[in-house]
């Protein structure tokens, strides 16, 4: 097997295993610090589930371009596994907590040392040929959103049997053998020398080329608004799932089959987008998704039983895996030869930044107007950010009109892009 074939295939099952911890418990934090942390009034609630879900990114997306930085100097595995083995860590200390503070405060010490999936992002990205980014990224991100499928099912089981406390440790252990995997079997090949110093002088004139980049700048505000609309949910979709099931008796259950549907048919559209970004440009994927997204989004707005909202999820979740594989391949086109590392720690902050600020204006919407607002809020973010797309990211990627044919009627000959690692040349056929 080819080298970067297997290291899909162990990150694939690493992210699996990550997600799918992560997600144990995650979707269900209203119901920890209720019945656990001692919270009653249902605006505390909210506004608590906000800050705890959004404080990990606060510091992530602070650290990323440094993470990046170091990625371009020593390597994306070693990125992945400094994050695995200190996520671990301190989500175990997760299951001890006392009070609300307790975990806000071990939730900004993980941000601060997160960053196993950019990092992996990043590795397969730059260890597997050009002409095959796409497809390998949708295969790659498959695998984070299997996990989603199951994790917030088994954690919802495993909660009414060892309580939500024990899933944090059960996720630590997760995420440690996640890390020793990738430690045993991911290969880097493309890995640069520990000794050269990265192209560049030092993160303003690296951020300065980066940004000057054209459309970098727009791909990383749209990874910042696909991401925001994306959290925005969780501070409320538990409830509403309980809401809409009009009982407290199942509801972590049903939630997570409702969140797993996303799951599902992101699993399921995510390696086929990929393929159509490779033939027929990631902005055009990218661009339909977001459209398609936001009028799923919508949808969930109007559904009045869990029926309903697990079809909008499901419909969501295609919709969906067209966005972050689409963005992350187009990244990977742009980004400066030998910051490549660089330019997606610079993504990965703006990514943070929407995961930070997505559920606290997700909890605060669903506090002023109700739930049902937060899904509206969400589909509009999704439609003006394909407003976005349509306008700054699609034009960059228009490929030169072929000249025309000889007075004689002959077509001009085809010119063959270089073959072999890292060509740089169209992948899909020229606009005409």
């Not at 110093?197 to 749209?222: E, Y």
């Not at 703006?350 to 930070?356: E, K, L």
Request: hydrophobic share 55%; aromatic share 10%.
């Amino acid at each position: 097997m080819d080298v970067w074939k297997r290291n899909l295939a162990v990150l694939w099952l690493a992210q699996f295993l990550v997600m799918a911890a992560m997600n144990q418990i995650m979707p269900f934090l209203p119901f920890l610090l209720t019945r656990e942390l001692g919270l009653s009034d249902a605006r505390d609630v909210h506004v608590w589930t906000g800050l705890i879900f959004g404080v990990n990114f606060l510091p992530a997306l602070l650290v990323a371009p440094l993470w990046g930085n170091l990625a371009d100097r020593y390597g994306r595995k070693l990125m992945i596994l400094r994050s695995g083995f200190g996520m671990a860590i301190a989500n175990g200390l997760m299951g001890f907590v006392q009070t609300p503070e307790q975990l806000l405060l071990l939730r900004f010490l993980n941000g601060m040392i997160s960053g196993f999936i950019p990092a992996s992002i990043a590795l397969v990205s730059t260890n597997t040929p050009r002409e095959r980014v796409g497809t390998a990224l949708g295969v790659l991100q498959s695998g984070g959103v299997a996990g989603t499928i199951l994790g917030p099912a088994l954690g919802g089981l495993l909660a009414d049997r060892i309580g939500f406390r024990a899933l944090f440790w059960v996720t630590g252990g997760a995420l440690l053998f996640a890390t020793l995997i990738v430690l045993f079997f991911v290969r880097e090949t493309n890995r640069p020398s520990p000794a050269a110093r990265p192209a560049g002088g030092g993160f303003r004139r690296d951020a300065a080329r980066i940004l000057s980049t054209r459309p970098l700048p727009a791909l990383f505000a749209s990874s910042l608004f696909v991401q925001f609309a994306l959290v925005a949910l969780m501070p409320v979709l538990a409830l509403y799932t309980e809401t809409l099931l009009g009982r407290e008796e199942g509801a972590a259950f049903w939630a997570g089959v409702v969140m797993g549907m996303t799951g599902v048919a992101n699993m399921l559209a995510s390696p086929l987008l990929g393929r159509l970004a490779d033939r027929f440009g990631g902005e055009r994927v990218l661009v339909g998704s977001l459209v398609a997204g936001s009028a799923f989004m919508f949808l969930h707005a109007l559904v009045g039983n869990v029926g309903g909202l697990m079809v909008a999820r499901f419909l969501f979740g295609l919709a969906a895996g067209g966005l972050m594989p689409s963005i992350n391949a187009l990244i990977r086109e742009k980004a400066p030869a030998g910051m490549e590392s660089r330019t997606y720690g610079l993504a990965n902050s703006a990514t943070f930044f929407g995961n930070m600020v997505g559920p606290i204006v997700g909890g605060a919407v669903s506090g002023l107007f109700g739930m049902r607002a937060v899904f509206v809020f969400s589909g509009a973010v999704l439609l003006a950010d394909a407003a976005l797309a349509w306008r700054e990211i699609v034009p960059a990627y228009r490929r030169k009109a072929a000249p025309p044919p000889a007075d004689r009627g002959e077509a001009p000959a085809a010119v063959k892009p270089p073959a072999g690692f890292g060509a740089t040349a169209p992948r899909r056929p020229s606009e005409r």
